[in-house]
C-alpha cells in the first residue's frame, strides 16, 4: 500500500465507531481459538494428568474457553467438568501459540482448593486421572509437553 493511500485508509478508518472498527477488524485479521490448560500440582510435587477418551496420551485439565469467559474461569470450569473437583490458579499463565492451527492457549500453574478431595474421571471425555511424579510422567500428548515446558520456562514450580 502506497505511503497516501495508507494515511486515507487510517483516516477513514479513524472516523469509523468503534464498533465498527471492531466488526472490520474481525473481518481481516485472522482469529484464533483460545484454551486454558490447567497444570495441577500437589503439595507432594506430583502433576494432576488426564487421559481423554479421544487421545492417546495424557494431558492436563483443561479445554476451550466459552464465549465471554475469562480464561482462569474456563480453568477452573473445565476442572469441575473432567475430574469433578475445585482448583485454584496460583500464578500467571504461560502462552503456547499454534499459528499453523490459529489455536492459543493459556497454561495455568493451579492447585486442588481442597487437598482432600480425589479427582475422578467424568465419563464420557475423562477415562482416567493419575498423579504423577515430575520424573515419572506417563507419555503425554505433544500439547501436553509443550504446555509443561512453557510453564517451567516462564519459571513457575512445576
Known sequence: MTGRLHRLAVAVYARLSERTRLRLLR???PTYTVGAICVVRRDGG???????????DWTFVGGSLDRHEAPADAGRREAVEEIGVAIEVTGPPAVVTYPDRRDLHLVYPAR???????PRAVPPEILEVGWFAPDALP???????????TLRAAGAAV
Open 27 to 29: 473481518l481481516v485479521v
Open 139 to 149: 507419555a503425554l500428548h505433544r500439547e501436553a509437553r509443550r504446555a509443561l515446558e
Open 112 to 118: 486442588l482448593v481442597d487437598e482432600s478431595s480425589v
Open 46 to 56: 506430583e502433576l494432576l494428568l488426564v487421559r481423554q477418551s479421544y487421545r492417546p
